[in-house]
């Protein structure tokens, strides 16, 4: 599943794919159990109420289940026949089931049936109590059941309009198939399902597998009965029934049907997806060697959803409408990296998780850290010209810096509650997972890993698997055991510190000290044991790059270079791979600077740069020596370099004093001014994904932050046509121009309301919760309450505040209007619960505010699902912002206080200015609109 929390398409490694495939691995009859068993419910004649597990007295084989919908309704009625094993005689069976109303129930075997008596317990238990004892055997459970279509809520089935036409949708992980069928909904419990929809004739109806028959019934409805499926755990299950579009995808060299299921009269907008899913397809059979498990591969698309933005259902992967179907004529590049990444992250659960699967949720990470691990190596194999394979360390930062926190969660952090299962779904798991995979695999080396994780998927098809199986199939293929250094990493939280120092009295040693990270301002720390860290340096030996590797399984370890002479310079995480940060001395960093940095790759620099940005916000960095490498990062020129480089100076933005800002905004043009000037403004077909996101990234920066005049005139001509520009500028033109012109900011605010494609939408929403004005900001936060527009769309107003007064305005909006809000807004989000609005307060970074916000939020939000880990994590960020401030607003002070304007660009006195001079005129005698060229 993909997180669409802040658009989460986050890459993952890549030049580790080798171009030899390899014999398939055998995939086993009967797949190997997990070596670890997960704990089940205890048992008995009559098991008490679950508390997490459901005992496992009853052990279903398979699944039969038919269900009416309609989706112009809000409700459905179903029948499931669950056959199973029952272990010893028992008068209690304990299923899950949510909001399920079950009428007649029955216990068959052979010849004999029981009547069944069930009761709801709880919010999502039944209770099957039989009439008389139920002996051991194979007994099938039979129900008529009604259940309900959510109409808020994108998860279980759910119910969706457009365009004045109704459709239904599954989302059933984590904890969401038990809204839509009586069952065992734990992912060890993994066994065929076999389908049938009863729905209304002309509408389409899309399942894991195969249609085998259609049939007509009364009522101007159809039967729609699907193939039986492989084993699948109930998260997986799904089906779509709707007025759907159908795009043929072509099929794999395999064979494998491809097909996109796209919204009524859209099916134009899916050729991208349409061109490149049977490729990615093929491509991630060949990294496995194992062929594609299911019949088919279908593509649906959901309007809105809540929480995630795909879902890897086997044989039926579904996706947010903006995530697939994109503009054949203006779509943006970065739309279509977008798909990429998220189509391929999905493909690749179709192995990892679907074909095996952990066998409980502590182990998700088997799912998710994998599936980002391998994402970016499909999409660096279909076309390298995206470079896929450098948002590795993007994904790297983003896990280090979430695992900043002394309340992150561990990488298999155990599960005692529901909310442990909605928390994990978080960077942890998937950045963090990502991270360990790929430092792994550099120490083992690309080839081993393979092979490894092939035999471990092979081993386990179709059934369960845990990390420890995982951690043999690498120990096995790598010829060492790997098992305690993975642990040092799954099992306890935070990333590694390394200290590094150079002795050059005898043979070159390089050595190391190791420690927990914590930056200034966190709360004391549960220790942690020494990692078992793979550390990879790189290092000058004779004029020439060297490298050399080891592994650090001691709080001190060291690596002796052999006979060379000293080293000039030592960079201790070649290629950025390592999970850990280095903590450099002001020496080490300008010797890497001036000295090294012709000699280290892009992602080494990347690398430096990071802790650089890192450190320097603890007051261990010169706020001056980070800056000095922003013109190193510049010379990179592409969104992996240029965004970093204005994120330091842009992310101090809220903490210059009001006096300094004139300087500021100038150190900001006359630093980026060059870089922008060769981006211009309106973007060119032949643009790159790089052209493309770095133009934005400047743009952004120079028009919106610094307020360059001229590109804030240009954005504001160019948005009387807006809805006719590219996708690539739209956003960046909107929120300039609506920011700058309370005219256009009135138009933009009356038009929403009648927009009717949902991407142009998001970027109206987008520009006019940004908006610095206070009294403007309000108007556009009164959607929000608007019955008439979805909430789920609106409340993105909320967050748009990027300065410390608009956040202000919209924690107050927030507060004013809390029930009102939180009443009409989805209460179990997939993989963002709802506490997550804490951090609308906690984003305030101020410390005169810290008790009254930290007191608020743990009493408003704690008790939400998935609320106190959120709201821990939420106050520990707020304090680590504000002692990040406390280090640097003198430092911005004295940085800026330096800072010379010429007496040309300083700011004039309004008195003073000369009178416009008129424009220019065409022959028509009408003024040439955006002539003006940018800084």
């Known amino acids: 599943m993909s997180r669409s929390l802040l658009a989460l398409v986050v890459a993952v490694v890549a030049s580790g794919c080798s171009n030899k495939p390899g014999p398939a691995p055998q995939v086993p009859a009967k797949p190997q159990p997990p070596s670890e068993p997960v704990a089940a419910g205890p048992r008995g004649v009559e098991p008490p109420q679950p508390t997490l597990r459901l005992p496992r007295n009853f052990v279903p084989t398979g699944y039969a289940a038919r269900l009416d919908i309609d989706p112009a309704k809000t409700k459905f009625d179903g029948s499931i026949a669950i056959t199973g094993v029952i272990d010893q005689t028992s008068s209690v069976i304990w299923l899950h089931g ?64 457009v365009a004045d036409q109704s459709y239904v949708y599954t989302q059933l992980e984590s904890i969401f198939a038990r809204r839509v069928f009586p069952c065992v909904d734990e992912p060890d419990n993994k066994v065929p399902w076999k389908l049938t929809l009863d729905v209304p004739a002309k ?191 993007d994904m790297r930062n983003g896990a280090l810096n979430a695992d900043s926190l002394v309340s992150a969660r561990q990488i298999r952090q155990p599960i005692t509650t529901p909310d442990d299962i909605l928390n994990a779904f978080d960077g942890i798991t998937y950045n963090k997972g990502a991270s360990i995979l790929r430092m792994f695999e550099n120490y083992v080396g690309p080839d081993v890993f393979q092979k490894g994780v092939r035999d471990y998927i092979a081993s386990k098809a179709h059934g369960n698997a845990t990390s420890a199986d995982f951690a043999a199939a690498i120990s096995k293929a790598a010829g060492k055991d790997v ?62 790059r060297a490298e050399a590797c080891t592994l650090v399984d001691e709080p001190t370890d060291q690596i002796n270079l052999g006979k060379t002479s000293c080293p000039r310079w030592v960079m201790p995480n070649a290629n950025g791979r390592g999970y850990y940060r280095v903590a450099y001395t002001t020496a080490q960093l300008a010797t890497l600077r001036d000295v090294a940095w012709p000699e280290l790759t892009w992602d080494e620099r990347r690398a430096i740069f990071n802790d650089v940005v890192t450190w320097s916000g603890q007051g261990k960095v010169p706020l001056m020596l980070a800056l000095s490498f922003v013109p190193k990062m ?73 307020r360059d005049p001229k590109l804030v005139d240009q954005a504001v001509v160019q948005a009387d046509r807006w809805r006719e520009l590219p996708q690539a500028i739209r956003s960046l033109v909107l929120e300039i121009a609506v920011d700058a012109k309370p005219e256009v900011f009135a138009r933009i605010l009356k038009e929403v309301r009648t927009e009717p494609d949902r991407t142009r939408r998001d970027e109206m929403y987008g520009a006019l919760g940004s908006v610095r004005d206070p009294k403007r900001q309000l108007e556009a936060l009164a959607l929000v309450l ?150």
């Open 483 to 544: 098992t305690a250094a993975f642990a040092t990493f799954l099992d306890q939280a935070g990333a590694p510190q390394l200290t590094v120092t150079q002795s050059c009295a005898g043979p070159p040693v390089v050595s190391f000290a190791q420690a927990r990270y914590l930056p200034v301002g966190a709360p004391a720390a549960v220790a942690t044991k020494p990692w078992l860290l793979p550390v990879c340096i790189v290092y000058e030996k004779g004029g020439k």
């Open 98 to 161: 949510y909001k399920l109303k079950v009428g007649k129930a029955t216990a068959t075997k052979e010849s004999s049936e029981i009547a069944i008596t069930v009761t709801n317990v709880g919010e999502d238990l039944l209770q099957l109590r039989a009439s008389k004892p139920l002996e051991a055997g194979e007994w099938t459970l039979m129900m008529d059941y009604a259940g309900e279509l959510d109409t808020v809520s994108t998860s279980g089935a759910f119910k969706q309009v």
């Open 786 to 935: 608007d019955k008439s527009l979805d909430i789920r769309e609106t409340i993105s107003l909320l967050w748009g505040g990027s300065m410390d007064q608009g956040r202000a305005v919209a924690r107050r909006f927030f507060k004013d209007n809390q029930a009102a809000i939180l009443s009409r807004l989805p209460q179990d989000a997939v993989t963002s619960p709802i506490a997550y609005y804490a951090y609308l307060f906690t984003n305030a970074c101020r410390a005169d505010q810290r008790d009254e916000i930290t007191a608020y939020v743990r009493k408003e939000f704690t008790s939400l699902p998935g609320g106190k880990r959120v709201v821990d994590q939420a106050i520990e960020r707020m304090n680590q912002c504000i002692a990040k401030r406390t280090v640097l607003e003198p430092e911005i002070r004295g940085w800026l206080t330096g800072v010379k304007i010429p007496k040309a660009n300083a700011p004039k006195d309004k008195t003073d200015e000369p009178e416009p001079k008129p424009k220019k005129k065409n022959k028509d005698n009408k003024s040439i609109k955006g002539a003006e060229k940018s800084p």
């Open 203 to 393: 509408l389409v109806a899309v399942a894991n597998t195969p249609i085998t028959s259609e049939a007509p019934l009364a009522g101007d409805k159809r039967r729609v009965e699907f193939a039986q499926s492989k084993p699948l755990p109930t998260y997986l299950v799904a089906f779509g029934i709707g007025p759907f579009e159908i795009v043929d995808g072509g099929k794999t060299k395999g064979g494998t049907p491809v097909r996109i299921f796209t919204l009524a009269k859209r099916a134009a907008d899916a050729a991208f997806a349409a061109k490149t899913s049977a490729k990615l397809l093929e491509i991630t059979e060949e990294w496995f060697g194992i062929p594609y498990p299911y019949e088919k591969l279908d593509m649906l698309t959901i309007p809105v959803t809540v929480g995630f933005g795909a879902m890897e259902n086997a044989g039926l992967i579904t996706f947010t409408e903006t995530l697939i179907l994109i503009d054949p004529k203006n779509g943006s590049k970065a739309s279509q990296n977008s798909w990429l990444l998220v189509a391929a992250h999905e493909i690749a659960h179709q192995w990892f998780g679907n074909l095996v699967t952990m066998a409980f949720w502590d182990d998700i990470w088997l799912n998710e850290g994998f599936a980002n691990w391998l994402e970016t190596k499909i999409v660096q194999k279909l076309d390298p010209s995206w470079h896929a394979d450098r948002s590795e360390l």
């Open 634 to 706: 510049i010379v990179g020129n592409d969104r992996f370099t240029m965004g970093p480089a204005l994120g330091l100076p842009t992310g101090m933005d809220d903490w210059v004093p009001a006096e300094l800002r004139p300087k500021f905004e100038y150190w900001l043009r006359t630093t980026f001014g060059a870089a922008a000037l060769a981006a211009g403004l309106v973007p060119k077909d032949s643009d790159s994904l790089d052209v493309e996101s770095t133009r934005k990234s400047l743009m952004y920066s120079i028009a919106w932050t610094a």
